[in-house]
């Protein structure tokens, strides 16, 4: 809950604590609950004597205390947390709470260590009073008026953390399912191990019998006795296990329960993950491998910069004021950023269109509503096992660990996940507002998975008739035009964005919406039929390469470019920002386009060969789990902090690669644990 009460610290009578008896009298007063006004009274009398315990001693050593570099954006003052925690007074322990306030146009967190009896509510009124004090200084003083022009505090709201772990119900639920879908690949790998090792055993004797009965000639004579019984294991695991007779044989035969167990195991699961085939794992085209790889690090790069920017840098000026003015800072900045997930866009509604129609052609040409239901099942099943335990795993986290100061404001949109699960469930968290998002990263795969919905329509169109569909699908894409344009003029939105909380209405009614982020996906769609129904090559003169080249990546440099030019947000309706931002995803999923289809015809260069290094592959295998892990990896490191980042490029740099290298070995586990064993699960036997 937020508060907005003033308070004048310089106005306020100070008042010496010279016993118990003084706080007690003003203990209804100041709706102060007694034993925490009690223990409180004890700290500050402890800490105002010549020879101070040493629980005192830590308890005023972990205040926050204003440091250097204010006018750059170190404002905030966390104090120390652990040395808080670590002290033990006579009838009470340290409590670590903050303090947040707004001073002028500052606004800060101060960190306090109170004893453990208070709760946010008393601390609050502590603070209005001016109880916090040290001799006749207050213990959360206002930052100087040099620095800035306003003296008065206004109290904005106080959060206290606790000491002690404490997970409810649904925090245990959401771990228990996870260990569940753990120890499920793990019990069946163990199974499909000692399956495997039983029949090694079986075939053994029998190839030793076969050499023996060889070198013997008998060959047609040899009786089925004994140990002779068994025969070479050259059969199906079906008539193995009908033949078998041998009380020590384990009998595993081909049911349900089996396949189960063989598609969870991990020995079938890791096939082909590792692979470095140069084909894209949804077709042969080659460069989207490169194209999918080099996105997904393009965002990596981006939420490791943009997280700590929210409230964890001590000098947040100085690296706005530098990524703004360098284009250096293209791979960091939220602006440009946010394209790659455009071309994500991109990449899914071209491979929706080429799975459909593969599945129609398949289905002896038939577009019936069974093969529609099965072509979205499959993508649930593709994208749900996964996401699910992401957020699970996220729940459950947040109970098990004590979070440093930094952690605050994560806290409310993660939470919402208790509230707001259902709407992961559905694939429907992009439409809810944005602040009730459960796991806020994950609103793409709702987007995706609305406009993967609408592929069959689509093709629908596109089969009943050539003009009815570039009907449709023109509407559409001017429609999402329209939109985004018009919501930027009207919300004054911004396009350049250095933070990701620089502007809410941005996202609340922009960025997760899918009419207003449709257009690059359909762009694919069309370039999936294009490529899978073309009878021959779109360019066959080298001249129209070099033209479609020239422009490709004219158009991608100005549409970066701009959005530094147009980096301010308006005051009012500006025309440039309107135009730019309805246009600027569609513009750039038309680039990334030419890109897939020159080097699909032949005319890629060395940009082809570089798309289509064998290395994409085994990466490229991974990224939907890098996508779902990697802000888990961010956030941690982030909440973890007990003191503020400093921004340098190699400190960034450090960070990028840190996270990186963790996100790409759990992505791997995560992909033959969880994504790979039902994305093979079949719900037919045979």
Not at 15 to 23: D, N
Not at 469 to 484: C, E, K, P
């Amino acid at each position: 809950m937020h508060y907005a009460l003033k308070m004048a610290m310089s106005s306020v009578v100070l008042l010496v604590f010279a016993g118990c008896s003084l706080a007690l009298d003003n203990t209804q007063d100041l709706n102060v609950s007694q034993r925490c006004m009690e223990d409180t009274t004890t700290f500050l009398w402890e800490i105002n004597q010549d020879r101070p315990k040493d629980y005192a001693v830590l308890m005023y050593d972990a205040f926050g205390k204003m440091g250097s570099n204010v006018e750059g954006g170190n404002s905030n003052r966390p104090g120390l947390l652990h040395q808080c925690r670590s002290a033990e007074g006579p009838s009470f322990s340290g409590r670590y709470c903050q303090v947040f306030l707004r001073q002028g146009t500052a606004q800060y967190f101060v960190g306090v260590c109170v004893p453990d009896s208070c709760e946010e509510e008393d601390l609050q009124m502590l603070v209005l009073y001016g109880r916090l004090e040290y001799g006749q200084t207050s213990l959360i003083p206002p930052l100087p008026h040099i620095l800035v022009n306003e003296s008065t505090q206004e109290l904005i709201m106080t959060h206290c953390m606790s000491n002690t772990i404490t997970p409810d119900a649904s925090d245990i639920t959401c771990l228990f399912v996870c260990c569940l879908m753990v120890a499920v690949p793990l019990v069946a790998t163990l199974f499909t191990t000692l399956i495997r090792r039983q029949r090694s055993r079986e075939v053994s004797p029998a190839e030793e019998s076969s050499s023996l009965n060889a070198s013997l000639g008998l060959y047609g004579t040899m009786k089925t006795n004994g140990s002779s019984s068994i025969e070479i294991n050259s059969n199906t695991p079906e008539e193995n296990s009908r033949n078998s007779t041998s009380p020590k044989t384990l009998c595993f035969p081909r049911s349900c329960l089996y396949q189960c167990l063989q598609v969870f195991s991990l020995q079938t699961a890791s096939q082909g993950v590792l692979s470095t085939s140069s084909c894209s794992r949804e077709g042969g085209f080659s460069s989207l491998n490169g194209i999918r790889v080099l996105s997904l690090l393009w965002i990596i790069c981006g939420h490791s910069a943009q997280f700590p920017v929210i409230n964890n840098l001590d000098n947040y000026k100085n690296w706005k004021k530098t990524a703004e003015s360098s284009p250096l800072y293209v791979l960091s900045m939220s602006g440009p950023v946010f394209l790659a997930v455009d071309t994500f866009l991109l990449l899914g509604g071209l491979l929706s269109a080429r799975s459909l129609l593969g599945s129609i052609d398949r289905a002896e040409d038939k577009l019936s509503p069974s093969l529609v239901t099965s072509y979205l099942f499959r993508r649930i099943k593709r994208i749900q096992p996964l996401h699910l335990f992401i957020m699970f795993l996220t729940i459950g986290l947040i109970s098990l660990v004590q979070w440093g100061p930094y952690w605050f404001p994560f806290i409310d949109t993660l939470m919402d996940c208790k509230t707001y699960w259902w709407a992961n469930l559905l694939l429907i968290s992009n439409l809810l507002p944005v602040h009730e998002i459960c796991i806020p990263w994950t609103w793409y795969l709702s987007l995706d998975f609305q406009c993967y919905a609408t592929t069959p329509v689509l093709i629908y169109f596109y089969r009943l008739n050539k003009g009815v569909f570039a009907f449709v699908a023109g509407g559409l894409l001017l429609t999402t035009v329209t939109t985004s344009t018009v919501i930027t003029a009207l919300l004054h939105l911004p396009v350049f964005q250095p933070s990701t909380l620089t502007s809410e209405h941005y996202v609340l009614y922009y960025y997760v919406k899918p009419y207003t982020r449709y257009g690059p996906f359909l762009i694919g769609i069309l370039t999936g039929i294009y490529l899978t129904t073309k009878k021959d090559h779109l360019l066959k003169k080298k001249w129209q390469a070099t033209l479609g080249w020239s422009c490709c990546l004219s158009v991608m440099a100005a549409l970066v470019g701009l959005a530094y030019v147009l980096k301010e947000t308006p005051p009012y309706p500006s025309v440039p920002h309107a135009l730019y931002q309805g246009l600027h995803r569609p513009v750039w999923a038309l680039a990334v386009t030419w890109i897939i289809v020159a080097c699909e015809e032949g005319y890629g260069g060395f940009i082809n060969s570089f798309l289509s290094l064998n290395v994409w592959g085994p990466l490229s295998n991974i990224s939907f789990a890098c996508y779902l892990s990697h802000p888990v990896f961010i956030i941690v490191y982030i909440g973890l902090q007990e003191t503020p980042i400093h921004y340098s490029d190699i400190n960034f740099m450090y960070m990028f690669l840190g996270h990186l290298s963790l996100t790409l070995i759990v992505s791997y586990v995560l992909t033959v644990l969880i994504e790979r064993p039902y994305l093979n699960l079949k719900w037919s036997c045979k």
